[in-house]
């Protein structure tokens, strides 16, 4: 709940911690995990490619950004398109969109992760107390749930503009 909080509120402010720690973790549990097919002690590799994948990955932010908003253009392409069969299409034209508009996509997208993490957080706290049934309440809100998660994605967004735009004056200020 917590890390979904400080996607939610800041996520664009902190995307390339985010970037480099996913990467570096993903890395390195990979590196664990293949380490000894290829015959080196799981620690050593995924140390190894933990420390590879933390230094390339601001160089290959671009690329990630491009995926993801590919993946996106792609989502929307099949809900606006049902029967259509333009994917290569929509990956392309939402891949290129994100990279024109890395800064909102990147901060819509953290809203959106940020929300998501608190939202599945807080029903799975509720419901390991015992203070909600999950399941019923998803099974019967799920459009104002929707709905809901929505208008906190929209809000993060909004949120996360404004803090940036006061960093970055406050960082102005301090250099001037």
């Known amino acids: 709940v917590l890390c979904g909080l400080l996607l939610w509120s800041a996520g664009?402010?902190?995307?390339?911690?985010?970037?480099?720690?996913?990467?570096?973790a993903g890395a390195g549990v990979l590196g664990f995990d293949k380490g000894p097919d290829f015959g080196i002690q799981g620690v050593?590799?995924?140390?190894?490619?933990?420390?590879?994948?933390?230094?390339l990955a601001l160089s290959i932010i671009r690329v990630v950004v491009f995926v993801f908003g590919g993946c996106t253009g792609i989502v929307v392409g099949n809900v606006l398109m049902p029967?259509?069969?333009a994917w290569l299409a929509c990956l392309l034209?939402?891949?290129?969109?994100?990279?024109?508009?890395?800064?909102?996509w990147f901060t819509a997208f953290s809203s959106l992760l940020g929300t998501l993490a608190s939202a599945y957080g807080i029903?799975?706290?509720l419901d390991k107390l015992n203070a909600l049934d999950s399941s019923n309440i998803v099974d019967k809100q799920a459009g104002?749930?929707?709905?809901?998660?929505?208008?906190?994605?929209?809000?993060?967004?909004?949120?996360?503009?404004?803090?940036?735009?006061?960093?970055?004056?406050?960082?102005w200020r301090l250099m001037q």
């Open 144 to 171: 104002l749930i929707d709905v809901i998660c929505i208008g906190f994605v929209v809000f993060g967004t909004i949120i996360q503009y404004f803090l940036t735009k006061y960093f970055r004056k406050r960082k």
């Open 44 to 55: 050593f590799a995924a140390l190894l490619f933990g420390i590879s994948a933390g230094v």
């Open 123 to 125: 029903i799975a706290i």
């Open 12 to 24: 664009y402010l902190t995307h390339k911690f985010w970037v480099v720690f996913l990467a570096t």
């Open 83 to 85: 029967a259509g069969d």
């Open 93 to 104: 034209v939402g891949g290129i969109a994100a990279l024109l508009r890395y800064p909102f």
